[in-house]
């Protein structure tokens, strides 16, 4: 929410230098999110994609919190973009193996509404923040990577039945073949 403002306001850098360099962001998405969502459902188990996605984002914190430049943003923009990119693939794949199958549609509209509700919050929550630390938009990334260490810490308390189902499947067919 506070990038642009970041960036403007406390690094220096023009609006145009800044969409130049966070146009990064999306290019993600677009050419890795088929791969990476196919490397996430085979190879790994949803809760640790997720801690992985945090993880980078919280890379992406330390690099925002130390910007100095646009290239600055560039990098920030594609670490960040990638660890947003397989938590946006985990998430609700992971929760709607919880979910009887029908009502997965009213329980991913409920999912969106408490999302959206929350990053409202914590839009207004944060600029408050912020305004109280001394209007110093640095803060965000600070106040980002506390939430990042938290949403690891319950990302690591989950569990993926269905890999874990799917991995002891893929050893008994490999011992019974011999």
Do not use: H
């Amino acid at each position: 929410t506070f990038i642009v403002l970041f960036a403007v306001e406390a690094v220096g850098i023009t609006s145009s230098q800044f969409g130049n360099s966070w146009s990064w962001f999306p290019l993600v998405s677009l050419f890795f999110a088929i791969p990476m969502g196919i490397v996430v459902e085979k190879y790994l188990p949803k809760q640790w994609a997720l801690v992985a996605g945090y993880a980078m984002a919280l890379v992406g914190c330390g690099i925002g919190y130390f910007a100095a430049d646009a290239d600055d943003f560039v990098s920030l923009a594609m670490i960040f973009g990638t660890g947003m990119l397989i938590c946006n693939l985990t998430q609700k794949p992971f929760f709607t193996e919880f979910i009887p199958k029908d009502i997965i549609g009213q329980v991913a509209g409920t999912y969106n509404i408490c999302f959206a509700v929350g990053r409202t919050i914590a839009a207004a929550g944060g600029g408050y923040l912020i305004k109280w630390l001394g209007s110093d938009y640095r803060m965000i990334f600070p106040i980002a990577f506390g939430a990042g260490v938290i949403a690891v810490i319950i990302a690591m308390t989950l569990r993926d039945p269905r890999f874990e189902a799917q991995r002891l499947a893929r050893k008994a067919g490999a011992a019974a073949c011999g």
